[in-house]
């Protein structure tokens, strides 16, 4: 009996050792399975664009909270579904739109857990991301003024998808993965 209850500590003992580290790797493997599923819809993103004359897509960022409720915009998996390759044991392509960390449903009430950056909206592809800065007023005379500017990021720097949530939980930034137009996936660096 006494040799049972060591046996059965042992065990216990090795179980509480080996949990963090199993849960440490089924973190990492969500998130390469993230990244993974990220760069697919970077490529299918592009896709779209050579189809459309080098313009993006058209989505809504959250579809069930749209921007303007009177014309709601398509949600960026329906946009992106038929460039997105059908997997070997369903016959449905929504799951690339599942991130597997997802915990807080976004796939099931959004339709994706990947959230598209709306300032792409039709724009083109090859342009990077702009917007502009203005600004109106009257000088010290009285005279008007009316300064703007546009700025621009590269397409290496002009991100297209990223997580809605902190799924992947990092020490040094955040816990977002996010797609860029140049279709290189990395953590999402906050500002």
């Given at each position: 009996?006494?040799?049972?209850?060591?046996?059965?500590?042992?065990?216990?003992?090795?179980?509480?050792?080996?949990?963090?580290?199993?849960?440490?790797?089924?973190?990492?493997?969500?998130?390469?399975?993230?990244?993974?599923?990220?760069?697919?819809?970077?490529?299918?993103?592009?896709?779209?664009?050579?189809?459309?004359?080098?313009?993006l897509p058209i989505?809504?960022?959250?579809?069930s909270l749209p921007l303007f409720p009177d014309r709601t915009l398509p949600r960026i998996c329906d946009v992106l579904k038929p460039y997105v390759a059908k997997t070997a044991d369903t016959n449905t392509n929504a799951r690339v739109f599942d991130c597997p960390a997802d915990k807080k449903?976004?796939?099931?009430?959004?339709?994706?857990?990947?959230?598209?950056?709306?300032?792409?909206?039709?724009?083109?592809i090859d342009l990077g991301e702009?917007?502009?800065?203005?600004?109106?007023?009257?000088?010290?005379?009285?005279?008007?003024?009316?300064?703007?500017?546009?700025?621009?990021?590269?397409?290496?720097?002009?991100?297209?998808l990223f997580d809605y949530d902190d799924f992947h939980p990092r020490s040094s930034t955040s816990g977002r993965n996010v797609v860029f137009m140049d279709d290189h996936v990395t953590p999402l660096t906050e500002q």
């Open positions: 009996m006494l040799e049972l209850l060591v046996v059965i500590a042992i065990i216990a003992i090795l179980a509480a050792l080996l949990l963090p580290v199993v849960s440490r790797v089924k973190a990492k493997g969500q998130n390469i399975s993230c990244v993974s599923q990220l760069r697919q819809l970077g490529i299918a993103t592009r896709l779209y664009a050579e189809d459309n004359n080098s313009k989505a809504e960022r959250l579809p449903l976004y796939f099931e009430i959004e339709g994706s857990s990947y959230m598209w950056n709306i300032s792409l909206n039709n724009q083109r702009k917007f502009g800065v203005g600004m109106w007023g009257n000088t010290t005379n009285r005279v008007p003024v009316n300064l703007s500017t546009n700025f621009s990021h590269s397409a290496e720097s002009t991100p297209l």
